[in-house]
């Protein structure tokens, strides 16, 4: 049986199996036109011209010909698509289910119950039509018809809504009737009604702060949306909820007209003009605190917004508990994508859920598993990202506020948007402070295509025009003068002080910008009375989207109390409503708030808000697990933060966001630290160390001394404490770190210490882990029969199994290993089927990280068996791979065995000295051998002694016994006058 969705999807799809039985978006809008057409047929010119208007009409008529064989196809040649020489038309029928179908019947029963007075029957219908209602008909298609069919669905989608809204109130149960009401709201958010009926039924629900939230967000979309506040109904429904028959003070007034910005928004214009036109970019608009950059982005939001313009918004925060992508997050959970996200191929919309907690999280126990093994995956998580974000049809404005506080990882995903799509209709406004300029260094002009805009305070005419319209009237030059001299002309000083009244005297000593707003915003936070007051010196510690309920929880007020304290705090535009909660209307604010909080009185709000934080979220606590931890390190409270810590950056990694995980871990080790003493101590910091390896690893590479500093002091902690299966662990992956760093003698004593250790445990995994680590070190002291030896325990004990700190599968890693050994034998025709065996298990696996090794291995295996082909071969899959997947290490072997296949010195010493930086020194001799060759090769005698000789030394000061006796074979062969023909040079 087969199900068409028409309804915030497109799609249709076999029931038995799920799978799409079409991916053909044309035949699905053809079948939607005819769905829309039920029953009446539609003839094959009228539908032609309709579908391919700019088509010739023999052109267009073959192109229907191909989308209806596409249609009857994935149709099975169901009876229900009626086919004839003219005309086409679509009979509803048993064999296929439409949800366009499903949502007209159950609509119409609800509205016949409703008639009838059968109120169980109105709410089970109406349901069922919310339930078949999953968005708009045909997203992404903007054809007239669809057009005239989605308006008309939508209306009598509301109409369903309203009819469950007013049967709920009365039979119950309420928390129906709130969902039913937001769901109107989502469908037409501009319509007072929605919120009326949302409003009251919460209020009947007893949840007095859902009500006001949601009257602040309409009156918030209203003023933005249209310039008007809310009517008097939905004023008068607000005033009853707060039981005070309105008597409160007026709200503040509006911050004025946008004056003086002419320039910047015609710069902003012809931007988005370009990328309208199919010009991706991204333009930043810089300037100090206060001089307008939000009010100039939103602005230019609204007019693009008003000519058809997807808009999505989200700010960046200098507090904790920011997380990786979170802008981004931002975006995708916002209503301007729900639409698009739900039509999504499933891997995206995984890849999505991961971000915004949709799809499955990840899992408490796998600790650093996150890490350097499934780091390969951050390509396909950030491809999924983008094409949920990407324009499709429509041209798109995502705005970000405050980037100079942006992760590093949202920073990458904008640059990678409008450089790995250049062709989108997509625009990136972001605003950032002028002491910023470093986020230009991860955003380079030669990399992606940045527009910086800078923002000047207002000049003397400008500030002057602003100034009078606040007022209401024309003011005197003198007072131009003196609110010019007063304000500096920044737009956020001027508004506070004409809002306060405060108008600077000739010569006051105060007069300087900066302090005199300090002072204005002091003075308003104290009108706004204790209890404001005290709830704006809450929200100040909390940091951001802080919601009534946690503010409830948190305070020393009644929740009536808390409620009118934060809709005086709205009123007077000292907060906004977020969708999510509330936060500052301006960082100076915040900062305002908390500076009249004494040290002692902060210590104990931020303890309240660590508590009350988990106890509203403690159903769902990893979304706020870093703002957690940050609030218990304030509160004096840092061992209590340690395990938030550590789970925030598992969740970080999750996303990829191998920075903020370490920088998590970091402050979890300085947690414990502070917190805690003795072997409780020593416990958690190992626990901590082991969980940072990964990231740390996946970020930074096996030679970080980060990571070197972390493996040393996680093996002497576990040796301390007596953890045996801790201390194998840190050794083997401090092995890797020695060996990747070119300390082979070291790394041989610690796999050594390692075995010795594991085969005391009854672990086979530790035990296999020791064997690989030894065997990778045999190899390199020339010891081939013993690196074999130890590869096929280590194989054999771990059944496969990957090692954490390596990150590619064990029976990948030690079979592509073992070549280089069989090939020390000598034993050639061994070596390549043992390479080749490697790479075939890795392209079964799926794992792109253990592709790359196996081919990196195996293209050294085809250099060291003069196979140049095959080594042409592999090195080129090998760079493609690592450039896709952002594999460092093995894409630098790549640049050098390609460059020798080919003879090309310049990305051999690229290569080369890329390992180098990252202190990667293992295998250096080889490599410069390599490099030799290639000097040979152009004649450049001199050079490549030069090289041999380098490579000379560091086979002898680093133990890479197993290449040397080549360099000394090839630096005999150079001789003084010049002969070098036993070089050896690729086979054809």
């Not at 009185?601 to 990893?622: P, T």
Request: proline share 5%; net charge neutral; aromatic share 6%.
């Amino acid at each position: 049986m087969l199900h068409v969705a028409l309804l915030g999807e497109r799609a249709i799809v076999d029931t038995e199996t799920g799978d799409a039985a079409s991916r053909s978006p044309r035949a699905v809008a053809l079948l939607a036109y005819l769905v829309a057409h039920a029953g009446v047929p539609q003839s094959r010119q009228r539908i032609a011209e309709t579908f391919w208007p700019d088509s010739p009409d023999g052109q267009a008529l073959t192109n229907l010909r191909r989308e209806l064989h596409h249609l009857r196809r994935a149709l099975h040649d169901a009876p229900s698509l009626v086919v004839t020489g003219t005309d086409l038309c679509w009979r509803d029928g048993d064999a296929v289910t439409v949800d366009v179908r499903t949502f007209d019947t159950e609509a119409a029963a609800a509205r016949a119950a409703a008639e009838r007075g059968d109120d169980a029957a109105t709410d089970g219908h109406g349901a069922a039509a919310l339930g078949s209602y999953r968005g708009a008909f045909l997203p992404g298609t903007d054809d007239d018809w669809a057009a005239a069919v989605r308006a008309d669905l939508e209306q009598r989608c509301v109409e369903v809504c309203d009819l469950l809204v007013e049967v709920r109130r009365h039979t119950g149960p309420a928390a129906a009737a709130v969902e039913a009401a937001r769901r109107r709201i989502a469908l037409r958010p501009l319509e007072e009604t929605g919120y009326r009926a949302l409003m009251t039924a919460q209020a009947e629900l007893g949840d007095r702060a859902g009500a006001v939230r949601t009257y602040h967000r309409c009156a918030a979309l209203l003023e933005r949306e249209l310039g008007v506040e809310p009517d008097p109904e939905t004023r008068r429904v607000f005033d009853r909820l707060l039981g005070d028959g309105g008597r409160r003070s007026p709200a503040v007034p509006a911050t004025g007209p946008l004056v003086g910005r002419d320039a910047e928004l015609g710069a902003l214009d012809a931007a988005w003009r370009r990328a309208a036109a199919g010009h991706a970019a991204l333009v930043v608009v810089r300037g100090e605190p206060g001089v307008g950059k939000t009010r100039l982005v939103a602005d230019f939001a609204a007019r693009v917004r008003a000519r058809g313009a997807l808009v999505a918004h989200s700010r960046c925060y200098a507090v904790a508990g920011a997380m990786p992508f979170g802008p981004v997050a931002d975006w995708l959970r916002g209503p301007a994508f729900a639409e698009r996200t739900a039509t999504l191929d499933p891997r995206s919309r995984a890849e999505v859920g991961r971000l915004t907690g949709a799809g499955p999280g990840p899992d408490p126990g796998s600790g650093g598993d996150l890490g350097i093994a499934d780091a390969w995956r951050r390509r396909r998580f950030v491809e999924g990202l983008a094409h949920a974000v990407l324009p499709r049809g429509r041209p798109t404005l995502l705005v970000v506020d405050d980037l100079q506080w942006c992760d590093p990882e949202t920073l990458d995903f904008l640059g990678y948007l409008v450089t790995a799509h250049p062709d989108a209709p997509l625009l990136v406004a972001a605003t950032t402070r002028e002491e910023a300029a470093a986020v230009a260094r991860h955003l380079p002009p030669s990399r992606v295509p940045v527009t910086v805009l800078p923002l000047a305070p207002l000049d003397e005419a400008a500030t002057a025009r602003l100034a009078d319209s606040l007022a209401g009237r024309a003011l005197t030059p003198g007072d131009h003068a003196l609110i010019r001299a007063g304000t500096g002309g920044f737009p956020l000083y001027l508004v506070e002080a004409m809002r306060a009244g405060d108008r600077p005297a000739e010569g006051d000593p105060e007069g300087v910008p900066a302090d005199r707003l300090r002072r204005t915003l002091d003075a308003r936070l104290t009108s706004a009375g204790p209890d404001a007051a005290a709830i704006a010196a809450l929200i100040a510690a909390a940091g951001r989207d802080v919601t009534l309920d946690l503010l409830v929880e948190a305070g020393d007020l009644d929740p009536t109390a808390v409620v009118r304290a934060v809709d005086t705090l709205w009123r007077q535009r000292i907060l906004r409503e977020t969708g999510r909660g509330y936060d500052f209307t301006h960082d100076l604010l915040r900062d305002a708030a908390y500076a009249r909080v004494d040290p002692p009185h902060r210590w104990l709000l931020h303890r309240r808000l660590a508590q009350a934080l988990q106890l509203v979220h403690a159903d769902d606590l990893d979304p706020y697990r870093a703002q957690l931890a940050g609030q218990y390190v304030a509160g004096g409270r840092p061992d209590r933060a340690v395990p938030h810590f550590v789970r925030a950056a598992e969740i970080a990694s999750a996303t990829f966001g191998y920075d903020d995980a370490i920088r998590l871990h970091r402050d979890a080790l300085a947690a414990v630290r502070a917190g805690l003493a003795g072997a409780e101590a020593r416990r958690r910091e190992l626990g901590v160390l082991e969980a940072a390896a990964a990231p740390l690893t996946a970020a930074r590479g096996y030679a970080s001394p980060d990571l070197q500093e972390v493996l040393e002091r996680a093996v002497d902690l576990a040796q301390r404490l007596g953890r045996r299966e801790s201390l194998v662990a840190g050794l083997v992956g401090l092995w890797a770190s020695r060996f990747v760093q070119g300390r082979n003698l070291d790394a041989e004593a610690v796999s050594a210490r390692a075995l010795t250790l594991a085969g005391e445990l009854a672990d086979p995994d530790a035990l296999g882990s020791a064997h690989f680590a030894c065997g990778g070190t045999a190899v390199t002291l020339a010891k081939p029969a013993d690196a074999l030896r130890h590869f096929a325990l280590a194989d054999e004990l771990t059944g496969g199994a990957r090692t954490l700190w390596v990150g590619a599968r064990y029976d990948v890693h030690a079979r592509a290993w073992s070549a280089h050994a069989l090939a020390l034998q000598g034993r050639t025709e061994d070596a390549c089927t043992a390479a080749a065996s490697a790479i075939a298990l890795a392209r079964d696996l799926d794992r792109p990280y253990s592709l790359a090794v196996a081919l990196a291995y195996g293209a050294i295996t085809a250099q060291m068996c003069d196979d140049a082909p095959r080594l042409r071969d592999t090195a080129t899959e090998l760079r493609s791979l690592c450039d896709r997947y952002g594999f460092a290490y093995y894409r630098e072997w790549g640049l050098v065995l390609d460059g020798w296949a080919r003879s090309r010195l310049d990305p051999m010493t690229a290569g080369i000295d890329r390992l180098r930086a990252t202190g990667a020194f293992a295998r250096m001799p080889y490599w410069l051998s390599l490099l030799a060759d290639v000097h040979v090769r152009a004649g450049r005698r001199g050079d490549a002694q030069a090289v041999l000789d380098a490579a000379l030394a560091a086979a002898r000061a680093r133990a890479e016994w197993w290449w040397l006796p080549q360099v000394l074979r090839r630096r005999g062969e150079i001789g003084p006058d010049g002969d070098a023909n036993a070089s050896r040079t690729p086979r054809a």
